[in-house]
C-alpha cells in the first residue's frame, strides 16, 4: 500500500510534462495533464498483478460494474444527487446574496455526453482510489483518517493541471478543502454501498459534470462557497454516525 500513492504520481509525470508544453484543453479548466486520471487504476494494476497475477488483475477490473454489492439501492441517490445538490444550492445562495451570474445554459444531450465521458475517468480514477486503496486504509487507520489520507493525495495529485490553468494559489487551497471533504462523505459511501467501486465513480463523476455545468462552462464556480458546504455536509455526517454509534452502544444487550 505505500507504493501505491508515489506510483500514481510517477506515471503521472508524462501527462503533467505533456500538459505544460501544450496550452490545449480537454474541457474547459482541464489541461493535457488530465489524462493522467488512467494512472490510479494502472498503478493498482500494477500492484495487484505483482500480488496476485491476472486474476488479481481481472477481480480488479471487475469491480468497474459492481453495482451487485449494494443491497440497499436508495443510496444511490445521495452518490448521485448529494453534490450536484450542494453546487445549486451555492447557486441560490449566490443569486440571493445578489452576485451577478449568468442563467444556467446546457442542452440535455451535451451534458449526457459529458457525463459519460467524466464517467470513464472517474471509474479509472476510484479502480485506484476506492478499489485498491480504501479498504487496506481503511482495516489500518479506520474511515475518517483513510479518506484524509486519499483526500489529501487526491488533492495534491491534482495540483499541476491546476497551475496549468492558471488557477491562484488561494482557489486551489479552497478546492482542495471541498476534494478532501468530498473524499470523506465517498469513504462513508463506500461502506454503506458495499464497497461498490461504480458507486464511487458515480459520485466522482458529478463532482466534476456539475463543475462544468456551473452555470456555463464552469465558468463563476464558486469554490470558497461549495467548500464550505461540503464541509458542512462533513461535519454534519461525522456528527449524525458519531450519535447513531454511542445510542447504538447504550443500548442494553440481549
Known sequence: MAVFFPLVFLFSVPFVVVGSLSGAQIVPGVPLSGLAFVCPALAAAVLVHREGGMDGVQALAGRAFDAGRVSRKAWFVPALLLYPAVVALSYVLLRLSGTPLPDAHFSVASALSLAAALFVGALCEELGWSGYATQPLQARWGPVWAALTIGSAWAVWHWPA?????????????????????????????????????????????????????????????????????????????????????????????
Do not use: E, Y
Not at 463563476?220 to 454534519?236: E, S
Open 162 to 254: 491546476l497551475l496549468q490553468v492558471g488557477r491562484p494559489v488561494s482557489w486551489i487551497a479552497w478546492w482542495s478543502l471541498g476534494t478532501v471533504a468530498a473524499r470523506v462523505i465517498m469513504v462513508w459511501l463506500f461502506a454503506h454501498m458495499g464497497g461498490s467501486v461504480l458507486a464511487m465513480a458515480l459520485f466522482h463523476m458529478t463532482l466534476n459534470l456539475a463543475w462544468q455545468l456551473f452555470p456555463v462552462d464552469g465558468s463563476h464556480f464558486p469554490v470558497a462557497l461549495v467548500a464550505g458546504l461540503m464541509a458542512i455536509v462533513v461535519v454534519t455526517i461525522v456528527v449524525l454516525d458519531f450519535s447513531r454509534a454511542k445510542a447504538a452502544s447504550a443500548r442494553p444487550r440481549r
